[in-house]
């Protein structure tokens, strides 16, 4: 499935950004979605993720509370909602989605087969 992410963009510190994650002619039913995220210089890493038929969520630990990933299922969307925003935020982001990857596999990038081509996310201090 071809993925299309957007919402990126600059915003303060402490500021609010949504990104989005649609499929391209496909449903998300019963994929997993998953956002990660690249920083110059580091490794893709896991932000958040859901799985589309029970909507359950896992979030990287340095995420929790502030950002959120929720699904719309009429729009067949995927959404990270992500507040509070702070300069270490700052990367690419990616979503993802597979219909294969198990509960145990979700942060690992490497179970994903279909990519977004990401979205730059830049917070200034």
């Known amino acids: 499935v071809q993925l299309q992410a957007s919402g990126g963009g600059l915003v303060q510190a402490g500021g609010s950004l949504r990104l989005s994650c649609a499929p391209s002619?496909?449903?998300?039913?019963?994929?997993?979605v998953g956002w990660f995220r690249q920083a110059p210089g580091k490794e893709r890493e896991f932000v958040a993720g859901?799985?589309?038929?029970?909507?359950?969520?896992s979030y990287e630990d340095s995420v929790k509370g502030r950002f959120t990933i929720s699904k719309d299922n009429n729009k067949n969307m995927v959404y990270l909602q992500m507040n509070s925003l702070k300069p270490e935020d700052t990367a690419v982001y990616y979503c993802?989605?597979?219909?294969?990857?198990?509960?145990?596999?979700?942060?690992?990038?490497?179970?994903?087969?279909?990519w977004g081509q990401g979205t730059l996310v830049t917070v200034s201090s």
């Open positions: 993802a989605a597979d219909r294969g990857v198990i509960l145990s596999s979700m942060r690992n990038c490497q179970a994903y087969d279909s």
């Open positions: 002619g496909h449903t998300f039913r019963g994929y997993v």
């Open positions: 859901i799985r589309w038929n029970s909507g359950l969520t």
